[in-house]
């Protein structure tokens, strides 16, 4: 039994593989409804992380601007722990209770899917919010044009350059939540997630759920923004031809597909050959 000492990696796999299970077992209302939690909390650790960086650029040396960025970022995944949302993300670490026998393929698809679709309207939820408050035009417009110019660096993204970003990113986040199954204390939890979230971010891996709002509200902002936003920032919406619906949904399959490589097989899997795997016989 966890105390302060914390969970040892043997119960945390076994807590992993309980927690998928009791996932499995939600309705769809129920997973719908995390997911949109989900969704809209990582896109409030977009919004702080972009605020983060506007101004940043020759100001800060480029290292030093993405870890605070991460740092700031990192606010997603704790409200999405404490707060008790879901993300897709996270949810791969059920790859363990289905290699164990204890969960169909189907059921565990089932959980990715409806999360996922919850994810995704919750973070274009928050996007259409944040475009409805005028959030772009902070800071003379800079903070819009910083979100155009992080969205435009995405959507360009190569199809295989964005599956393995992808693959790295959830190998970091699926450790973040091992890391946070160690301990029954939320402010432990949240502590532990934050460098694991940093380090994805500073390093410029691909979060399929903060790809929905960081390419979302950039859509918007592209395809609504007023003449006086493209006056103040001196920028056309010509300047960012890979933002479309289109380079939106390829990146985002990349990057889910990536996502789940990444947490499967480096994390779940690897674990549940240390801890979960059936026992040889004698």
């Not at 977009?46 to 101004?55: D, E, P, Q, S, Y």
């Not at 040396?61 to 700031?72: D, K, N, S, T």
């Not at 295989?160 to 992808?166: M, P, Q, S």
Request: glycine residues 12%; aromatic residues 10%; contains cysteine.
């Amino acid at each position: 039994m966890a105390g302060i000492e914390g969970r040892l990696p043997p119960e945390i796999a076994e807590k992993a593989e309980g927690d998928g299970i009791a996932k499995a077992g939600q309705d769809a209302i129920t997973l719908l409804s995390l997911g949109v939690l989900g969704g809209g909390f990582i896109a409030f650790g977009a919004i702080f992380a972009t605020v983060a960086l506007t101004g940043a650029e020759g100001v800060l040396p480029f290292g030093i601007a993405r870890v605070v960025a991460g740092l700031v970022f990192a606010l997603g995944l704790s409200l999405v722990l404490i707060g008790g949302g879901q993300i897709f993300t996270g949810d791969v670490l059920m790859v363990m209770a289905w290699a164990s026998g204890r969960l169909k393929a189907a059921r565990v698809v089932r959980v990715w899917a409806l999360v996922w679709i919850g994810n995704l309207a919750g973070s274009l939820g928050i996007a259409l919010l944040a475009l409805l408050a005028g959030h772009h035009l902070f800071g003379a417009g800079q903070l819009g044009l910083t979100a155009l110019r992080t969205a435009e660096a995405k959507a360009a993204l190569p199809f295989d350059r964005a599956f393995v970003l992808g693959i790295l990113c959830n190998t970091l986040v699926c450790l973040a939540i091992w890391l946070s199954l160690s301990s029954r204390l939320p402010a432990h939890r949240a502590i532990l997630t934050v460098l694991p979230i940093a380090a994805f971010v500073a390093a410029g891996f691909e979060h399929a759920v903060a790809n929905m709002y960081f390419i979302g509200f950039a859509l918007m902002v592209k395809h609504t923004a007023s003449d006086a936003f493209w006056g103040m920032t001196y920028a056309t919406p010509a300047m960012f031809p890979n933002l479309t619906l289109t380079r939106f949904a390829a990146n985002l399959t990349a990057v889910t597909i990536g996502n789940i490589v990444g947490g499967a097989m480096l994390v779940a899997g690897a674990y549940w050959l240390l801890y979960r795997r059936p026992a040889p016989d004698r």
